[in-house]
């Protein structure tokens, strides 16, 4: 579980976000931080034991993200994020392999599974497991448990059909999407309680099916 005054400490980033009064309150940050190490650790742990493809000696200040943000090609020149990213990158990470992210922000917290706007290579590979395997690919997101956690985003997608499909294809919904993830959305509260981690815990055994899909559909083993 995490203190709340680890999100608090977000939302006066959020209402303060400048160099000036980050310098002054470093602290809080610093804080942040050691209350979420441990809380990471677990978490590498509990992944490692599920997926054998997740390293255990992942050590936790590498999966955190930086709060820093890159504003040199960006309109929005706030030099801080809102939010912790945390990152649990698999072994051999890269462009086809799908990840695992968890999002701690104050209203928007969620982990999310998969590949977002993933190479064109990739995205054909993906697009092509689902035209041969529909059946599989079906019976993963629509099982109880999956349903009961997750659901897969369609925020990102194409207006018309990719090449090679017909637009009247039975699965062109699944198949015009750009980004391949599963969101389940958590409420912040339940940061707070003991159970968060046994609630990720089944939330990374859910996942399993859809993430070794998308491995097979990427050649990954």
């Known amino acids: 579980m995490l203190n709340k005054k680890t999100f608090d400490f977000l939302n006066a980033l959020t209402e303060n976000n400048n160099r000036e009064w980050f310098a002054e309150n470093k602290y809080l940050y610093e804080e942040a931080k050691e209350d979420l190490f441990p809380f990471i650790a677990k978490l590498i742990k509990e992944l490692a034991a599920i997926d054998p493809a997740y390293s255990a000696s992942t050590e936790p200040k590498k999966a955190l993200m930086r709060i820093y943000r890159d504003v040199r090609f960006s309109k929005n020149k706030d030099p801080y994020k809102k939010n912790y990213g945390i990152a649990f990158d698999v072994k051999g990470y890269g462009p086809r392999t799908p990840s695992y992210y968890l999002h701690l922000q104050p209203d928007n917290c969620f982990f999310g599974v998969g590949f977002w706007q993933p190479e ?7 697009r092509e497991e689902i035209d041969y395997s529909t059946s599989e690919f079906l019976d993963i997101i629509n099982a109880k448990d999956f349903k009961s956690i997750y659901k897969l985003s369609k925020e990102d997608t194409l207006k018309n059909a990719p090449k090679g499909y017909d637009i009247d294809h039975p699965q062109i919904d699944f198949l015009k999407l750009k980004s391949f993830i599963t969101i389940y959305k958590i409420k912040d509260e339940e940061f707070f309680k003991t159970e ?4 990720l815990i089944t939330a990374f055994k859910t996942i399993q099916p859809f993430v070794l899909f998308l491995r097979k559909a990427t050649d990954i083993g």
Do not use: H, T
């Open 120 to 126: 064109a290579p990739v995205l054909k590979s993906i």
């Open 196 to 199: 968060i981690v046994n609630k």
